[in-house]
Protein backbone atom coordinates (compact mmCIF):
# COMPACT_ATOMS: atom_id res chain seq x y z
CA UNK A 1 0.00 0.00 0.00
CA UNK A 2 1.37 3.02 -0.92
CA UNK A 3 2.19 5.89 1.81
CA UNK A 4 0.97 9.62 1.48
CA UNK A 5 3.55 12.59 0.52
CA UNK A 6 3.84 13.43 3.91
CA UNK A 7 5.99 10.82 4.72
CA UNK A 8 8.13 11.31 1.47
CA UNK A 9 11.93 11.13 2.38
CA UNK A 10 12.79 13.39 -0.33
CA UNK A 11 11.51 17.32 0.00
CA UNK A 12 9.07 18.12 -3.12
CA UNK A 13 11.61 21.32 -5.12
CA UNK A 14 8.40 23.18 -5.48
CA UNK A 15 5.01 24.32 -3.78
CA UNK A 16 1.98 21.94 -4.00
CA UNK A 17 0.07 24.83 -5.45
CA UNK A 18 2.81 25.31 -8.44
CA UNK A 19 2.58 21.92 -9.12
CA UNK A 20 -1.42 22.26 -9.17
CA UNK A 21 -1.06 25.34 -11.17
CA UNK A 22 1.27 23.60 -13.67
CA UNK A 23 -1.50 20.76 -14.04
CA UNK A 24 -4.32 23.51 -14.59
CA UNK A 25 -2.29 25.33 -16.76
CA UNK A 26 -1.23 22.36 -19.18
CA UNK A 27 -5.91 21.28 -19.21
CA UNK A 28 -6.33 24.14 -19.97
CA UNK A 29 -4.13 24.12 -23.59
CA UNK A 30 -5.34 20.72 -23.71
CA UNK A 31 -8.98 22.02 -23.85
CA UNK A 32 -8.27 24.49 -26.04
CA UNK A 33 -6.87 22.07 -28.38
CA UNK A 34 -10.03 19.80 -28.42
CA UNK A 35 -8.50 17.36 -26.52
CA UNK A 36 -10.43 15.22 -23.59
CA UNK A 37 -6.95 14.18 -22.05
CA UNK A 38 -3.91 13.73 -22.25
CA UNK A 39 -0.97 10.70 -22.38
CA UNK A 40 2.00 12.76 -20.85
CA UNK A 41 5.53 10.08 -21.45
CA UNK A 42 7.67 12.24 -21.62
CA UNK A 43 9.67 11.99 -18.36
CA UNK A 44 10.78 16.12 -18.13
CA UNK A 45 7.11 16.46 -18.37
CA UNK A 46 6.22 14.14 -15.52
CA UNK A 47 8.30 15.47 -13.35
CA UNK A 48 7.61 18.90 -14.17
CA UNK A 49 3.83 18.08 -13.39
CA UNK A 50 4.33 16.05 -10.56
CA UNK A 51 8.10 16.02 -9.16
CA UNK A 52 8.42 12.43 -9.68
CA UNK A 53 12.07 12.12 -10.19
CA UNK A 54 13.47 8.26 -10.91
CA UNK A 55 14.91 6.30 -13.11
CA UNK A 56 12.30 4.64 -14.10
CA UNK A 57 11.87 5.74 -17.65
CA UNK A 58 13.18 3.08 -19.11
CA UNK A 59 10.32 1.54 -18.84
CA UNK A 60 6.63 2.14 -20.24
CA UNK A 61 5.23 5.05 -18.08
CA UNK A 62 2.50 7.20 -18.34
CA UNK A 63 1.02 10.00 -16.54
CA UNK A 64 -2.97 10.28 -17.72
CA UNK A 65 -4.64 13.79 -17.41
CA UNK A 66 -7.80 14.12 -18.14
CA UNK A 67 -9.05 17.61 -18.64
CA UNK A 68 -10.79 19.10 -15.53
CA UNK A 69 -9.93 15.64 -14.04
CA UNK A 70 -7.51 13.82 -11.67
CA UNK A 71 -4.44 12.40 -13.16
CA UNK A 72 -3.51 8.48 -12.69
CA UNK A 73 -0.34 8.40 -13.08
CA UNK A 74 0.95 4.33 -14.23
CA UNK A 75 4.10 2.56 -13.80
CA UNK A 76 5.80 -0.25 -12.90
CA UNK A 77 4.62 -1.59 -9.35
CA UNK A 78 8.46 -1.55 -7.88
CA UNK A 79 8.32 2.20 -8.51
CA UNK A 80 5.21 2.96 -8.11
CA UNK A 81 5.65 1.84 -4.50
CA UNK A 82 8.17 4.54 -4.05
CA UNK A 83 6.60 7.20 -6.34
CA UNK A 84 5.11 8.91 -3.53
CA UNK A 85 8.40 9.73 -2.31
CA UNK A 86 8.74 13.11 -4.81
CA UNK A 87 5.24 12.87 -6.83
CA UNK A 88 3.53 15.96 -4.92
CA UNK A 89 -0.15 16.33 -5.24
CA UNK A 90 -1.08 13.28 -6.55
CA UNK A 91 -3.04 10.65 -4.03
CA UNK A 92 -1.40 7.55 -3.61
CA UNK A 93 -4.67 5.92 -5.04
CA UNK A 94 -3.89 7.36 -8.09
CA UNK A 95 -0.18 6.33 -8.71
CA UNK A 96 -0.63 2.97 -9.89
CA UNK A 97 2.07 -0.55 -10.84
CA UNK A 98 1.68 -2.86 -13.30
CA UNK A 99 2.98 -6.00 -12.26
CA UNK A 100 6.63 -7.32 -12.72
CA UNK A 101 5.07 -10.05 -14.93
CA UNK A 102 4.26 -7.28 -17.90
CA UNK A 103 8.22 -6.18 -18.01
CA UNK A 104 10.18 -6.96 -21.22
CA UNK A 105 7.61 -10.35 -22.48
CA UNK A 106 6.87 -10.32 -26.41
CA UNK A 107 3.36 -11.39 -25.90
CA UNK A 108 2.56 -9.02 -23.00
CA UNK A 109 2.91 -5.50 -23.04
CA UNK A 110 2.61 -2.70 -19.69
CA UNK A 111 0.19 -0.90 -22.46
CA UNK A 112 -2.09 -3.49 -22.35
CA UNK A 113 -2.23 -3.34 -18.49
CA UNK A 114 -2.83 0.50 -18.60
CA UNK A 115 -5.52 0.27 -21.19
CA UNK A 116 -7.50 -1.84 -18.69
CA UNK A 117 -6.69 -0.01 -15.77
CA UNK A 118 -8.07 3.15 -17.37
CA UNK A 119 -10.82 1.52 -18.80
CA UNK A 120 -11.76 0.29 -14.71
CA UNK A 121 -11.35 3.41 -13.67
CA UNK A 122 -13.56 4.99 -15.95
CA UNK A 123 -11.87 6.52 -18.97
CA UNK A 124 -12.44 4.05 -21.46
CA UNK A 125 -15.59 5.95 -23.05
CA UNK A 126 -15.36 8.29 -26.08
CA UNK A 127 -12.57 10.60 -26.10
CA UNK A 128 -9.91 12.54 -28.28
CA UNK A 129 -7.19 12.24 -26.49
CA UNK A 130 -3.62 13.46 -27.23
CA UNK A 131 -0.35 11.37 -26.88
CA UNK A 132 3.22 12.89 -26.75
CA UNK A 133 4.86 11.85 -30.58
CA UNK A 134 7.83 12.39 -29.94
CA UNK A 135 8.70 11.35 -26.70
CA UNK A 136 11.46 9.75 -26.60
CA UNK A 137 10.47 6.76 -24.26
CA UNK A 138 6.80 7.05 -25.72
CA UNK A 139 7.21 3.51 -27.76
CA UNK A 140 5.40 2.72 -30.40
CA UNK A 141 4.26 -0.87 -28.73
CA UNK A 142 2.95 1.35 -25.94
CA UNK A 143 0.72 3.59 -28.74
CA UNK A 144 -0.81 0.38 -30.14
CA UNK A 145 -1.64 -1.91 -26.83
CA UNK A 146 -3.96 1.98 -25.71
CA UNK A 147 -5.12 1.87 -29.18
CA UNK A 148 -6.04 -1.55 -29.20
CA UNK A 149 -6.80 -1.59 -25.25
CA UNK A 150 -9.73 1.57 -25.90
CA UNK A 151 -10.95 1.34 -28.94
CA UNK A 152 -13.38 4.42 -28.47
CA UNK A 153 -10.44 6.50 -27.58
CA UNK A 154 -9.58 8.83 -30.50
CA UNK A 155 -5.53 8.79 -30.30
CA UNK A 156 -3.72 11.94 -31.85
CA UNK A 157 -0.81 13.53 -31.65
CA UNK A 158 -1.19 16.69 -29.12
CA UNK A 159 2.40 18.31 -31.00
CA UNK A 160 3.90 19.38 -26.82
CA UNK A 161 1.29 20.87 -24.65
CA UNK A 162 3.23 20.94 -21.49
CA UNK A 163 6.70 21.21 -23.63
CA UNK A 164 4.99 24.68 -24.46
CA UNK A 165 3.40 25.40 -20.69
CA UNK A 166 6.92 24.83 -19.59
CA UNK A 167 8.86 27.63 -21.74
CA UNK A 168 8.21 30.27 -19.85
CA UNK A 169 9.95 29.67 -16.24
CA UNK A 170 8.42 30.66 -12.68
CA UNK A 171 10.71 32.59 -10.42
CA UNK A 172 11.46 29.46 -8.53
CA UNK A 173 12.57 28.11 -11.75
CA UNK A 174 14.86 30.37 -12.94
CA UNK A 175 16.37 30.11 -9.48
CA UNK A 176 16.98 26.56 -9.97
CA UNK A 177 18.48 27.45 -13.52
CA UNK A 178 21.00 30.23 -12.14
CA UNK A 179 22.09 27.10 -9.49
CA UNK A 180 22.53 24.78 -12.28
CA UNK A 181 24.58 27.35 -14.31
CA UNK A 182 26.51 27.90 -10.95
CA UNK A 183 27.29 23.72 -11.18
CA UNK A 184 28.20 24.27 -15.32
CA UNK A 185 30.81 27.11 -14.83
CA UNK A 186 32.97 24.75 -12.02
CA UNK A 187 32.28 21.99 -14.19
CA UNK A 188 33.53 23.72 -17.61
CA UNK A 189 36.70 25.18 -15.62
CA UNK A 190 37.48 21.74 -14.45
CA UNK A 191 37.07 20.81 -17.58
CA UNK A 192 39.47 23.30 -19.16
CA UNK A 193 42.31 22.76 -16.23
CA UNK A 194 42.26 19.10 -17.42
CA UNK A 195 43.35 19.58 -20.60
CA UNK A 196 46.80 18.88 -21.12
CA UNK A 197 48.24 17.44 -24.66
CA UNK A 198 48.63 13.57 -24.38
CA UNK A 199 46.83 12.90 -21.34
CA UNK A 200 43.57 10.08 -22.34
CA UNK A 201 40.78 11.70 -23.40
CA UNK A 202 38.64 9.35 -20.75
CA UNK A 203 40.37 11.38 -18.23
CA UNK A 204 39.35 14.23 -18.93
CA UNK A 205 35.59 13.09 -18.72
CA UNK A 206 36.05 11.70 -15.72
CA UNK A 207 36.93 15.06 -14.05
CA UNK A 208 33.93 16.57 -15.71
CA UNK A 209 31.36 14.10 -14.50
CA UNK A 210 32.75 14.08 -11.29
CA UNK A 211 32.56 17.60 -10.82
CA UNK A 212 28.66 17.53 -12.48
CA UNK A 213 28.04 15.17 -9.72
CA UNK A 214 29.45 16.92 -6.97
CA UNK A 215 28.43 20.75 -7.89
CA UNK A 216 29.47 23.75 -6.10
CA UNK A 217 28.51 25.02 -2.64
CA UNK A 218 24.57 25.98 -2.34
CA UNK A 219 23.96 24.10 -5.18
CA UNK A 220 24.50 20.45 -5.29
CA UNK A 221 24.83 18.56 -8.92
CA UNK A 222 22.63 16.42 -10.98
CA UNK A 223 23.47 13.44 -13.46
CA UNK A 224 22.85 15.56 -17.12
CA UNK A 225 20.63 14.38 -19.47
CA UNK A 226 24.15 14.36 -22.28
CA UNK A 227 27.05 13.04 -21.48
CA UNK A 228 29.83 15.04 -21.86
CA UNK A 229 30.71 15.95 -25.60
CA UNK A 230 34.23 16.24 -26.55
CA UNK A 231 35.10 16.25 -30.17
CA UNK A 232 38.63 16.42 -30.96
CA UNK A 233 41.12 17.43 -33.23
CA UNK A 234 39.86 17.02 -37.21
CA UNK A 235 36.46 15.58 -34.66
CA UNK A 236 35.79 18.77 -33.87
CA UNK A 237 34.68 19.63 -36.95
CA UNK A 238 31.20 17.56 -36.73
CA UNK A 239 29.20 17.89 -33.18
CA UNK A 240 27.98 15.27 -30.51
CA UNK A 241 31.05 13.56 -30.62
CA UNK A 242 31.63 11.55 -27.10
CA UNK A 243 35.86 10.88 -25.90
CA UNK A 244 38.18 8.12 -26.39
CA UNK A 245 41.16 6.79 -24.23
CA UNK A 246 43.23 8.56 -27.20
CA UNK A 247 45.61 11.48 -26.31
CA UNK A 248 44.83 14.57 -26.28
CA UNK A 249 46.87 16.58 -29.11
CA UNK A 250 48.83 20.12 -29.26
CA UNK A 251 47.88 22.46 -31.87
CA UNK A 252 44.41 21.28 -32.24
CA UNK A 253 41.04 22.25 -31.33
CA UNK A 254 38.71 20.26 -28.48
CA UNK A 255 35.31 21.51 -28.47
CA UNK A 256 33.81 21.08 -24.78
CA UNK A 257 30.23 20.66 -24.32
CA UNK A 258 28.55 19.94 -20.94
CA UNK A 259 25.67 21.25 -18.79
CA UNK A 260 25.45 21.82 -14.80
CA UNK A 261 22.09 19.99 -13.84
CA UNK A 262 20.41 20.87 -10.41
CA UNK A 263 16.89 19.52 -9.55
CA UNK A 264 16.72 18.48 -12.90
CA UNK A 265 17.03 21.78 -14.58
CA UNK A 266 20.03 22.33 -16.90
CA UNK A 267 22.41 25.00 -17.98
CA UNK A 268 24.82 23.65 -21.19
CA UNK A 269 27.51 25.14 -21.84
CA UNK A 270 30.04 25.38 -25.26
CA UNK A 271 33.49 26.35 -25.19
CA UNK A 272 36.90 25.38 -27.45
CA UNK A 273 40.36 24.98 -26.00
CA UNK A 274 43.42 24.63 -28.06
CA UNK A 275 46.92 23.42 -26.92
CA UNK A 276 49.05 25.26 -28.23
CA UNK A 277 49.67 28.08 -31.21
CA UNK A 278 45.96 28.20 -33.45
CA UNK A 279 46.12 28.16 -37.33
CA UNK A 280 45.48 31.30 -38.63
CA UNK A 281 41.89 29.84 -40.30
CA UNK A 282 41.33 28.86 -36.73
CA UNK A 283 41.69 32.12 -35.09
CA UNK A 284 39.23 34.31 -37.92
CA UNK A 285 36.72 31.17 -37.10
CA UNK A 286 37.18 32.21 -33.70
CA UNK A 287 36.60 35.32 -33.97
CA UNK A 288 33.79 35.76 -36.09
CA UNK A 289 32.02 33.37 -34.29
CA UNK A 290 32.49 35.14 -30.79
CA UNK A 291 31.40 38.05 -32.36
CA UNK A 292 28.22 36.85 -33.83
CA UNK A 293 27.55 35.06 -30.24
CA UNK A 294 27.94 38.45 -28.81
CA UNK A 295 25.48 40.15 -31.16
CA UNK A 296 22.59 37.12 -31.12
CA UNK A 297 22.85 38.10 -27.33
CA UNK A 298 22.76 41.65 -27.64
CA UNK A 299 19.58 40.75 -29.52
CA UNK A 300 17.54 39.20 -26.95
CA UNK A 301 14.55 40.85 -25.51
CA UNK A 302 11.24 40.73 -24.81
CA UNK A 303 9.25 41.41 -28.01
CA UNK A 304 12.28 40.33 -30.19
CA UNK A 305 11.64 36.88 -32.25
CA UNK A 306 13.71 33.93 -32.42
CA UNK A 307 14.46 34.83 -35.79
CA UNK A 308 15.67 38.39 -34.73
CA UNK A 309 18.41 36.90 -32.64
CA UNK A 310 19.41 34.02 -35.80
CA UNK A 311 19.43 37.15 -38.31
CA UNK A 312 22.21 39.44 -35.76
CA UNK A 313 24.52 36.28 -35.69
CA UNK A 314 24.00 35.50 -39.27
CA UNK A 315 24.78 39.20 -40.48
CA UNK A 316 27.93 39.41 -38.42
CA UNK A 317 29.24 35.47 -40.10
CA UNK A 318 28.26 36.27 -43.15
CA UNK A 319 29.83 39.79 -42.70
CA UNK A 320 32.90 37.23 -42.47
CA UNK A 321 33.16 34.77 -45.23
CA UNK A 322 31.22 31.84 -43.02
CA UNK A 323 27.35 30.59 -43.24
CA UNK A 324 25.83 28.34 -40.59
CA UNK A 325 23.39 25.78 -41.49
CA UNK A 326 22.12 24.67 -38.23
CA UNK A 327 20.15 26.15 -35.64
CA UNK A 328 21.56 29.16 -33.25
CA UNK A 329 20.16 27.50 -30.37
CA UNK A 330 16.72 26.24 -28.19
CA UNK A 331 14.74 26.57 -25.28
CA UNK A 332 16.01 24.72 -22.13
CA UNK A 333 14.68 24.02 -18.90
CA UNK A 334 14.38 20.22 -17.42
CA UNK A 335 16.19 17.89 -19.10
CA UNK A 336 16.15 13.64 -18.75
CA UNK A 337 18.73 11.79 -21.01
CA UNK A 338 18.67 11.45 -23.82
CA UNK A 339 18.45 15.41 -23.82
CA UNK A 340 18.25 19.04 -21.66
CA UNK A 341 15.96 20.58 -25.07
CA UNK A 342 12.93 21.34 -24.76
CA UNK A 343 11.60 20.78 -28.09
CA UNK A 344 10.12 24.25 -28.59
CA UNK A 345 11.39 27.48 -29.85
CA UNK A 346 14.46 27.03 -31.88
CA UNK A 347 16.64 30.22 -32.51
CA UNK A 348 16.73 30.10 -36.63
CA UNK A 349 15.83 32.54 -39.33
CA UNK A 350 12.14 30.74 -39.82
CA UNK A 351 11.16 30.90 -36.10
CA UNK A 352 8.95 33.87 -35.52
CA UNK A 353 8.48 33.18 -31.92
CA UNK A 354 8.39 36.46 -30.04
CA UNK A 355 10.59 36.09 -26.71
CA UNK A 356 9.17 36.78 -23.38
CA UNK A 357 10.32 37.91 -20.26
CA UNK A 358 12.03 34.04 -18.12
CA UNK A 359 11.99 31.90 -21.21
CA UNK A 360 15.51 29.99 -21.61
CA UNK A 361 17.09 29.61 -24.01
CA UNK A 362 21.11 27.68 -24.76
CA UNK A 363 22.01 30.03 -27.80
CA UNK A 364 25.06 27.86 -28.76
CA UNK A 365 27.31 29.24 -31.98
CA UNK A 366 28.67 25.18 -33.63
CA UNK A 367 31.07 26.59 -36.38
CA UNK A 368 31.95 22.78 -38.09
CA UNK A 369 33.97 23.33 -40.69
CA UNK A 370 36.15 20.53 -42.78
CA UNK A 371 38.85 18.81 -40.48
CA UNK A 372 38.18 21.51 -37.51
CA UNK A 373 35.76 23.73 -36.25
CA UNK A 374 34.71 26.06 -33.56
CA UNK A 375 31.90 26.07 -30.44
CA UNK A 376 31.14 28.35 -28.18
CA UNK A 377 27.49 28.90 -26.17
CA UNK A 378 26.01 30.72 -23.51
CA UNK A 379 22.98 29.82 -21.52
CA UNK A 380 20.57 32.61 -21.14
CA UNK A 381 17.46 34.00 -19.77
CA UNK A 382 14.95 36.66 -21.21
CA UNK A 383 14.99 39.23 -18.63
CA UNK A 384 13.66 42.64 -18.63
CA UNK A 385 16.17 45.03 -19.88
CA UNK A 386 17.84 42.13 -22.21
CA UNK A 387 19.56 39.01 -21.24
CA UNK A 388 20.71 37.47 -18.27
CA UNK A 389 23.60 34.95 -18.72
CA UNK A 390 23.57 32.05 -16.39
CA UNK A 391 26.74 30.38 -17.25
CA UNK A 392 30.06 32.36 -16.46
CA UNK A 393 33.38 31.39 -18.20
CA UNK A 394 36.06 33.11 -20.78
CA UNK A 395 33.59 33.85 -24.21
CA UNK A 396 36.97 33.12 -26.91
CA UNK A 397 38.90 30.68 -28.22
CA UNK A 398 40.58 29.19 -24.94
CA UNK A 399 44.30 28.42 -24.99
CA UNK A 400 46.61 26.75 -22.45
CA UNK A 401 48.17 30.43 -21.95
CA UNK A 402 44.72 32.35 -21.64
CA UNK A 403 42.83 29.77 -19.86
CA UNK A 404 41.45 32.19 -17.15
CA UNK A 405 37.76 32.18 -15.88
CA UNK A 406 36.53 35.74 -14.61
Avoid at 147 to 162: A, D, F, M, T, Y
Avoid at 355 to 360: D, I, Q, S, Y
Wanted: contains cysteine; hydrophobic residues 40%.
Amino acid sequence: MLTSRTDATRPAVFSPAEYEARRQAVSARAAKDGFDALLIADPANIYYLTGYDAWSFYTPQVLHLPVGGDPTLMIREMDANGAWRTATGIPAADIVGYPESFVHRPEVHPGDWMAQTLGERGHGGPARVGYEGDAHFFSVRTFRALQIGLPEWRLEESHEPVNWVRLIKSPAEIELMRRAGLVCSAAMRVAVDAIVPGRPQNEVAAAILAAQATGVPGADGDYPAIVPMLPTGAGAGTPHLTWTADPLPSGEPISIELAGAHHRYHTPLARTVIAGTPSRDMDLLAGATVEGLDAALAAVRPGATAADVSAAFTRVIGAAGYTKASRLGYSIGIGYPPDWGERTVSIRADDDTVLVENMTFHVIAGMWMTGFGFEVSESVRVSEGGVEILTDAPRSLITLDSRRFA
